[in-house]
């Protein structure tokens, strides 16, 4: 699909939400529009699937029978149903029944079934807990069927329901059915529901051109990044995953087969159902990724407390968008807790070297992480003084980005990217300032594709650039109270011209003599006239 295809389909899909959401705010109707397009892809991905299963089989219907052929065949093939089901959970890793398909429930709003919101409700609640073999409860917890914003009496909310699902089958029918372009849609979507939502927004999403940075970098060679990709990342961590495209924009680097199982974890539990909808919708199976609902700083997923080193999570690579300076209840316990005794508590005032820490724990030996924070990370004292001189010391910052201002829709202030690892080469740590390198946008800054290439690029083969890119030795660190400000290494100030003063002063006089010539002539007029000098 074409970039003008693709934007031509998001806007379809965005004006049809702007057209119907009516009392219903922007972040209410995104998880209707986005659940629907998710059962959307489910369904047609399987129907092609069990067509080709089928075989001839497969019922050849007249275009006037609106049933979906799969229905047909259900019924006709009874005995069959349990065997040919086991086998596309072998296959696809999950099963609709034929009432669920999208095409089913299309037919009934299109018909105006009394029945649709009744059948909707059974649809998810047979996906959540039967299309899959691990269950995926609480997958659309988030949107009430019942909810008065849709009408205030059932019929009211069917009928809603009927002339949303009906526009929506509509609009995306011109387009294409390919996986990959719905699932491009749904990113589109996510983007523009994060514009509309504007500060909100940060808990669920990161912009692409940041995201596409991370994900380039951590997929690099840790140890060597000039000679290219890693051919394979078995382990891939979020810990604040919001909607996943941080996740998926690794895999999408990495190619379909380059990763071996995903994790993420996210504490809202409307953003951890987008995450889990997002995982599936970009094809990926549900045994290649495990998404928890919790809290990261107080740890409360059992995978990643194993205290066992040998058992513990090691990942090749851990990517991070947490939210910026979020306060937090840092205790004792907190600071006997494994991920934070050898480097201290992060300050309840800002919990970024939390959750810094919190990743850093679980990257393996020849991983990489990278992870946005805010600036005062760079250069904040007190306790967060002595967590970041200790990382130094120990050699696990390796890079150190300062991004432009304003490209998140949760902030406008200038963020910055910290990429570590817990063995690299280099002694010393490269600095590079891109926050001079953007195109000014209506509401937020955007990066372009050169201004990404030129940040990865100057990271993969550690170049220096004056008034951008510097490899500073950790003695000049160490004389600077391990302050990391990027304005002390790497300056885009430019020097004033030198000023040579003789020349100045040759001009001044030359000047000053042809005023004193010029004068005395103007004064001889003014005599020949009668007149008194000036």
């Not at 919101?117 to 609480?138: D, M, R, V």
């Not at 003599?513 to 005599?527: D, F, G, M, V, W």
Request: with cysteine; net charge negative; proline share 4%.
């Amino acid at each position: 699909m074409t970039k003008d295809q693709l934007s031509q389909l998001g806007k379809t899909l965005w004006a049809i939400a702007d057209d119907l959401r009516g009392a219903m705010n922007a972040d209410d109707f995104r998880d209707y529009m986005l659940s629907f397009l998710f059962l959307r892809y489910l369904s047609d991905n399987f129907e092609a699937a069990a067509k080709k299963e089928l075989g001839a089989d497969y019922p050849q219907l007249d275009e006037k029978d609106r049933r979906p052929p799969l229905a047909v065949w259900y019924a006709d093939n009874a005995g069959d149903v349990p065997a040919f089901e086991r086998q596309m959970r072998r296959k696809m890793h999950y099963v609709i029944h034929p009432d669920y398909l999208w095409s089913s429930i299309y037919e009934r709003a299109r018909t105006q079934d009394a029945e649709l919101l009744q059948t909707l409700e059974s649809g998810f609640n047979y996906i959540e807990n039967q299309s899959f073999a691990s269950t995926f409860q609480g997958l659309f917890s988030e949107i009430n069927l019942n909810s008065e914003k849709l009408g205030r009496t059932p019929k009211a909310r069917n009928d809603k329901l009927c002339i949303i699902i009906t526009k929506i089958a509509e609009g995306i029918a011109q387009f294409s059915t390919d996986s990959d372009i719905l699932g491009d849609a749904y990113e589109y979507l996510i983007g523009q529901f994060a514009a509309g939502s504007g500060k909100k927004a940060g808990e669920f999403y990161t912009p692409q051109s940041v995201s596409t940075i991370l994900s380039r970098i951590v997929t690099l060679d840790s140890q060597d990044p000039a000679t290219g990709k890693k051919k394979k990342l078995n382990n891939v961590l979020d810990f604040a995953c919001g909607s996943g495209s941080l996740l998926l924009n690794v895999r999408n680097q990495m190619g379909p087969h380059g990763v071996g199982k995903i994790y993420g974890q996210e504490k809202n539990i409307t953003t951890y159902n987008l995450a889990r909808m997002n995982m599936l919708l970009h094809g990926v199976k549900d045994s290649e990724f495990e998404i928890h609902h919790g809290d990261s700083l107080t740890n409360d997923w059992e995978l990643l407390n194993e205290m066992n080193p040998a058992k513990k999570l090691q990942c090749d690579a851990v990517v991070a968008n947490p939210p910026f300076s979020y306060r937090w209840q840092p205790n004792e316990a907190l600071g006997e807790d494994f991920r934070f005794k050898n480097h201290g508590l992060a300050p309840k005032s800002a919990a970024d070297f939390a959750f810094l820490l919190h990743g850093f724990h679980f990257l393996g030996d020849e991983g990489t992480m990278a992870i946005i924070l805010p600036h005062g990370v760079l250069f904040r004292g007190g306790v967060e003084s002595r967590i970041r001189t200790k990382l130094l010391k120990d050699g696990h910052i390796d890079t150190v980005i300062g991004l432009p201002s304003n490209l998140f829709f949760s902030t406008g202030i200038p963020v910055c990217i910290l990429v570590l690892k817990k063995c690299k080469k280099p002694d010393d740590v490269l600095f590079i300032n891109a926050s001079e390198y953007f195109e000014k946008g209506k509401r937020q800054n955007l990066l372009l594709p050169e201004h990404i290439e030129k940040i990865v690029d100057t990271y993969q083969y550690r170049k220096e650039e004056e008034r951008y890119a510097r490899r500073v030795e950790i003695e000049e660190i160490e004389k600077n109270d391990y302050n990391l400000n990027l304005s002390r290494y790497v300056s885009t100030a430019e020097a004033e011209p030198e000023i040579d003063l003789a020349s100045v002063h040759a001009r001044l006089s030359e000047v000053e003599k042809r005023i004193t010539e010029a004068s005395a002539k103007h004064n001889q007029y003014l005599k020949e006239l009668g007149l008194p000098p000036v």
